[in-house]
Each structure stands twice: as C-alpha cells, then as structure tokens.
C-alpha cells in the first residue's frame, strides 16, 4: 500500500506511457481485426455493455477502453514498484499474464455477465444477440488468442520500458 | 405483382449439371447485396458483403460445387410464387400431395426506430416455413462455399446459436430452429423436418465480416423483422409519383433498380450475377456486379422522373465523387465504391451455368476507351439540373472538364457502348453521345447553370454532326451505320431521336428506324448489332433494353398504338415475378446473360413513361 502514494507523484509519466501503451494495443488488435487475424474488438465489447447502438457502442467503448488503459497503466505500476524493478520484459510478461487471464477468466465468462451477449446454452434472444467469444476467444478467429496475448504484451513492454527510469530498471 | 409459376424443366447441356433456367430466378436484397432464388426454393447466388464480394453460394455457375441453400419439400411438388405487394419480400408456395409450404425470403431492411438500439448483423437472409395445410416433410441443403468455392469451410456447432463457418474475417452463422446434421464432409449441413398445418420455422443467416458475430433470434422476433421490411418497402415505393398504365411492372422495375443500387455509395450496378452467358455454352459471359458509367443518364432520368429524387442526388453524387480519381477522363466502370481497378480473371474450378466457361470476375471492359459515357456523364447533369437539382462549383468546374475532354478526344476511335473486344473503331453511337455531351454543356451555359468555352464547345459540336452525317450514314444500308464508313446497322442509335439529335421524322432517322427492324427485328425483338458483329463465336440473344427503344422510338414517331401492342408483347416476356435478363432468345423465350438487368428494366420504365405521356396529352386534349 506504500507504492500508492508513489504511483500519484508519479502520476504524469504513468498517464503517457499508459496511453502510449494503450495506443499501441488498440493499434494491434484493430490491425489484427482490418487483416482478417481476429475479429475480436474489445471496444466494442466493452461499449454494446451499456447500448446496443452499434455507432455508439464503438465510440463509448473506445473512451472506455482508455480509461481502462490508464486504470492497467496505474496498477502495472504499482506491481512493478512492489517488486522494486521495470524494464521491457517484466512489463511484457505482466502484459502476457493480462492477456493471458483476459482469454481464459474474462471470456469465457462474459456470456453470463454481458447484458447483450448470447450464450450457446440458451440462444439469442430480443436483447442477447453478440456472438459468444468462446474457449480462449476462439470464436473470433483461430488467431485471436496469439494477437490478444501480443497486443497485451506489447502494451506491457512500453510501460514496462517507460517505468524503468522511474522505478528502477 | 402476384405471378403464377410454372416450373420450368432444368437446362441441361451436354457434361454439364442440369442448372434451372436463368428465369427460374427472383431475387432479395437489401440494397448492398442480393440473393437469387429459385423456384425450387434454393438460394443459388449470394455476394457478400455488397454486390462485387466474393459469393458463398454459387450453385447457379456451377451446380456441383458452388454452394447453395435450399429449403423444398421432400415429396414431388409444384411451386408457385409472388412478390409480396410492391417489395421484394419473395413468397414461394410449394403444394405436395400431403399439403402445402409456405416458404418467405427476405433481407431485412430495420431502420426505423424500434431496431435503433438493437444489435444487428452486417447482412441478414431471413427464410420463413409455415405449412399452410395438411402435413409437409421439409428437407433443408445448407452449403456454404465462401470465396467463389475456392474455399472449403469447416462448419462448426455453436449450440443454441446455431452453426458457424469462417472465411478469413468473414463469419456466416445460421440460427434454425429446425435440426440440422453435419455430412461426414464437415462443410454441409442437411436436414429433415416434418410439419403440419400451423407450424412455422425459421432460418436465419448472418453475416459479418471483421467484427464480432451477431445472431438473430427467431419465431416473433423473425415475424417483426419480416413485417418492418415489408413496411419499410411498401413505403417507399409508395413514393413512387408514375400514375400511367402498367403500373404493377414500372413499381417492380424500380423496385428492381433500388435493389441494385448500392445503400452506402448510390452507385447502381448493372446486374446481381457474373457470367450468366449470353450464349448457351458460349463465351459471352461476363461481370456486371458493377456501375457502368454508361447506363448513368438513362438511369438517372428514370429514378427522377419516377420521383425518387434522393436517390437521383445520391447516384449523381456518386457519380460525380467517384469519377474524381480518374478525371477529367472518364473509366467505362467502377465499383460501388468508386474502385478503378476491376482486374479480371477466370473461375476455371467453375464449369459455369450449363457449362458455359469460363466464369470471369472483374471486367476487362475497364480498359476500354468508351467515349459514350462522356455523353451519359454530362446529360445525367443536365436532367438532374431540368429536375430542379443544383450543381455546386466543383462539379461545374468537372462538367466543363469533361467537355474539354469530348473536344479533345471525340475524333478518336473507341469500344463503343458494346465494349466489342479487338481493337477500336469509329462508332457512331459514341460520335453521337460526344455531340450529345456538349449539346447539353452548351443548353447548361446557356441557362447560366455553368461556364465554358461556348465558342469552342459548339463549334465542335458542328464538327460532330458534319462527321456523323458524311461518314455515319451510309447510303448502301440507307441508314445510320454502328461504325464509320460502313454499313452495319445497330439499335443504339435508335437512340438518336430521345436524345434530341434530331427530328423524329427526319428521313434519315425513320430510314435508320426501317433498317434496325429488318436487319436485326424479331418480332417485338430486337438484337443489338447483326449476329458476328462482336465477333465471338456463337449466337446471342435479342437485347431487352434495344427492344424498348423501340417502343420509344415508335412513340416519338406517332405511332403510339402500335408502340403500346408491342410494349404489352415485351411485358409479356419477363419471368413470373416480372423480371428481365439482358437478353431473351426470341425462339423460347428464355432469359439469357446477367439476371436481373438493371439497364432491361430501365428500358421499360423509360418505354412506360413514354406511354404515359402519350396517354396524358390525349386525355389533356379530350
């Protein structure tokens, strides 16, 4: 709990590399999506949570998806200070174990916590209509459980990099 | 319109699948892309996710391997069919010794507000059973081939979703409510349902393409989709002002046109299918899933003068927009999307329908020189402008681009409107097209709508006629001729009169007239150019969109009576659901080449509207 008031003086380089971290995920992953790799779009996900307006979805989640960028951006931090170290590959490997959990914690449960999700069990109804992501996201595509773990390692490595001066490489 | 349909014996030629005749077919759509239906009730051809994507159903260019999606009875039957009011809600009525199935097709359209917050694939085919009476075995064929069929697609279970396939980024899900079964293959899914009077099933396949799937629910929810479509279509073609006679066919011929036109952009492709052949067999087989700029004006006037004035501005926006990448040249084609390169290339793992190879994709024609579309381009404008539409300085700046362009290069010889193949040549219909573009510039000038060089313009615009006239005509044919400096006959310069070249009764136009009819006339047919004149192998059929200039042509010429015999003939000639190919053999009957033919049905609606006008004078005069 110490760390916390050390992260909030540290506040200015947690917020860029954070959203440079976060730039380079969404990067990734819409990369991922426009070549056909996956079909997976965690803003969209998290934005048909709260309309089913496919516009505002996507532009809800994509605000939403950064906050939740700095929220990770924060939280890297205060791992990486714990353990007193940063450098690239200790944030890629707290961004690999993200992705990691995100693909076997995250997903497969969503069905029964996403308002607008259906579930294989019972079918799409009036309001429940997303395709289900499926065992490690499988749903969306063969390649999406290499592209999320990428993409979250890639975002761990800049954080990782960028904390380095901060916390200590 | 409602049609009775017969049930047409299968084409079949000789090492090739029987295939139903091109005729069997109606078409859905939403107006981004469309299905073809047979009356067999099989989904034959599917482009996803617009027109020009590549099909997951191709059965209707090769039977064996190009994937379909049938829903029949199992027992012998007959089928009959009807549009449903003035949509495209497609409603086939099989009738078995044990009962009668209802089958309903659509894709969806849900724009209005109870479907705004509601999550909705890319596109929808919604297929709707319900056995009307006794007691039906239902089988189902699901097939999907995405890719052309150059991919073989494993289907998977998605439990209560449904089944899934992927092609790259493409997912298509199908939710049913009926039992379906993997073939050992693991790419077909087939099925056995037996119904009775009452029941009702549904199919719906959704489709995205990079981006999270969506699965429509079924039973109410289907029902409300079926009935906001319907609504959705049965307004808008309420907006249609046509008050003249044979209504029923200008309201399915525009609706025809909306379902070609492309939602996103306004552009309007020719026709749903590629490589259905002009010639059985034969080579004639060529793309149409695109915008040709040559079908613009013709196109344009008949959306306008029907009343559909915010399609007009989206289809002359788009033909404005999209002509910027190559201006002030003009390309003969484009996508839906303004694309300039429509590479084409051949299916050889397609046999193609009745064995006609080879199936292309893209179109060549791309290449070609067609100075025609200048023509088109520019008098598109100018009916857009009589119609009370404005242009801005920019596409003023471009229309009076183009007329440099017509001066610069109208002396050149080109493809001409037929896109013949081989190397260029004088054509009149282009020659006539280039007067036309600046005829049209110089009447905008003189209405202050643009400004240009109007010195210039009509002096070229002389220069045009003095060429038509010397080396257009020609005496030993006694008539226009299709090239310079010889004598071959061709319908599109019946054209001359509707475009004001000149008087109706000019001799020379009523001996062009005589001449099209005896050389190229089969009864209330007409070919296009005399048989070889293309020179490919094999015979085509008559040309429909050539067949209603007649009728215009004989309006404009008083004949009114006659005019209206033959348009009742031509009517007579489309398919049960009141469709046209772009051409019919005379003998048979039968529809041939791509299906269905924007340019056929705005050919008769240009025709209609022409009767119309006869028919209001003489009621004004009575």
Redesign the interface.
């Known amino acids: 709990m110490t760390n916390i008031p050390f992260a909030f003086s540290r506040l200015e380089p947690i917020l860029l590399w954070s959203l440079i971290g976060t730039m380079a995920l969404t990067t990734i992953l819409s990369g991922s999506q426009g070549l056909g790799l996956s079909r997976l779009s965690l803003p969209f996900l998290v934005g048909t949570l709260f309309t089913g307006n496919r516009r505002r979805a996507t532009t809800f989640g994509s605000l939403f998806y950064m906050a939740g960028g700095f929220t990770f951006g924060f939280i890297y931090f205060l791992v990486m200070a714990h353990i007193g170290r940063a450098n690239w590959w200790i944030g890629a490997l707290l961004g690999t174990l993200h992705g990691l959990f995100l693909l076997t914690a995250v997903l497969p449960v969503l069905p029964h916590l996403h308002p607008r999700m259906a579930t294989e069990y019972d079918g799409p109804s009036g309001q429940r209509r997303l395709e289900p992501p499926g065992f490690l996201g499988l749903n969306y595509g063969y390649r999406t459980p290499l592209t999320t773990l990428i993409g979250h390692a890639v975002y761990g490595a800049i954080l990782g990099a960028g904390f380095a001066t901060h916390v200590g490489g | 319109m409602e049609a009775e349909a017969l049930h047409q014996p299968a084409m079949a030629v000789p090492g090739a699948a029987p295939y139903p005749p091109i005729g069997d077919y109606a078409m859905i759509g939403d107006c981004r892309a469309a299905a073809l239906i047979s009356s067999r009730g099989s989904i034959d051809w599917l482009c996803l996710p617009h027109f020009s994507g590549p099909s997951v159903f191709a059965a209707l260019l090769d039977q064996r391997r190009g994937g379909c999606f049938a829903v029949r009875p199992v027992d012998a039957y007959t089928s009959t069919r009807r549009y449903l009011g003035d949509t495209p809600v497609l409603q086939t009525t099989f009738r078995t010794p044990t009962g009668v199935l209802q089958l309903t097709d659509a894709m969806p359209i849900l724009v209005d507000e109870r479907y ?5 694939p890319q596109r929808e085919v919604l297929r709707a059973l319900e056995v009307l009476q006794g007691e039906v075995d239902i089988e189902i064929h699901y097939a999907p081939r995405p890719d052309y069929a150059r991919r073989r697609v494993a289907l998977k279970g ?5 089944w ?1 396939c ?1 092609d ?2 493409g ?1 298509y ?1 199908l ?1 049913t409510d009926i039992p379906l079964y993997l073939d050992p293959g693991g790419i077909d899914l087939r099925g056995r349902v037996r119904l009775s009077r009452g029941a009702k099933r549904y199919l719906s396949l959704n489709f ?1 393409k ?8 079924l039973g109410e ?1 289907a029902d409300g989709r079926l009935c906001a479509t319907q609504q959705w279509w049965q307004a808008w073609a309420h907006r249609c002002n046509y008050s003249g006679p044979y209504r029923d066919a200008v309201v399915r011929s525009m609706v025809t046109l909306k379902l070609l036109t492309y939602e996103l952009s306004g552009a309007v492709v020719a026709a749903a299918t590629t490589s259905l052949p002009e010639s059985l067999g034969g080579v004639r087989n060529w793309d149409y899933r695109y915008c040709w700029l040559r079908d613009a004006s013709l196109t344009l006037g008949a959306i306008m003068d029907l009343g559909y004035h915010t399609e007009g501005d989206a289809f002359l926006g788009w033909l404005l927009h999209t002509t910027r990448l190559s201006r002030p040249r003009l390309q003969v084609l484009y996508d839906v999307y303004g694309e300039t390169e429509i590479t084409e290339s051949s299916l050889d793992h397609l046999e193609g329908y009745c064995g006609s190879r080879p199936v292309r994709i893209g179109n060549g024609a791309h290449e070609q020189l067609q100075l025609d579309a200048y023509g088109s381009v520019i008098l598109a404008a100018y009916d857009y402008v009589k119609h009370g539409g404005e242009l801005d300085v920019d596409e003023a700046r471009f229309l009076r681009g183009l007329g440099e362009a017509v001066c610069e290069l109208w002396r050149l010889p080109d493809h001409g409107i037929w896109e013949i193949r081989g190397g260029p040549q004088h054509n009149t219909y282009s020659k006539l097209m280039c007067w036309v573009a600046l005829d049209r510039l110089l009447r905008l000038h003189a209405g202050g709508k643009i400004r240009i060089p109007a010195e210039r313009f009509a002096a070229e615009r002389e220069a045009i006629v003095q060429a038509i006239e010397t080396r257009g005509y020609n005496e030993e044919l006694g008539a226009y001729s299709a090239f310079f400096d010889a004598a071959v006959p061709d319908a599109s310069l019946l054209l001359m009169s509707r475009y004001n070249y000149k008087p109706t009764h000019d001799p020379r136009l009523r001996a062009t007239f005589a001449c099209i009819e005896r050389a190229l006339g089969h009864g209330d047919l007409l070919y296009r150019y005399p048989i070889g004149a293309d020179r490919l192998p094999g015979q085509e059929g008559a040309f429909v969109i050539s067949s209603f200039w007649a009728v215009d042509y004989l309006i404009r010429a008083g004949q009114a009576e006659l005019a209206q015999q033959r348009f009742e003939r031509l009517l007579a000639r489309a398919n049960d659901v009141g469709l046209y190919s772009e051409e019919i053999e005379p003998e048979s009957g039968a529809a041939l080449g791509n299906f269905p033919q924007a340019f056929s049905h705005v050919g008769l609606i240009i025709a209609a509207l022409s009767l119309a006008d006869v028919e209001r004078v003489a009621r004004d005069a009575a």
């Not at chain 2, 705004?116 to 909705?120: F, G, I, M, V």
């Not at chain 2, 998605?158 to 449904?162: E, L, N």
């Not at chain 2, 990079?210 to 629910?217: L, N, T």
Request: glycine content about 12%.
């Open positions: 705004a917050d509601k999550l909705q998605r439990g209560a979703c449904g899934a992927s790259r980024d997912l899900l939710n995205v990079a981006d999270i799937g969506v699965v429509m629910p929810h």
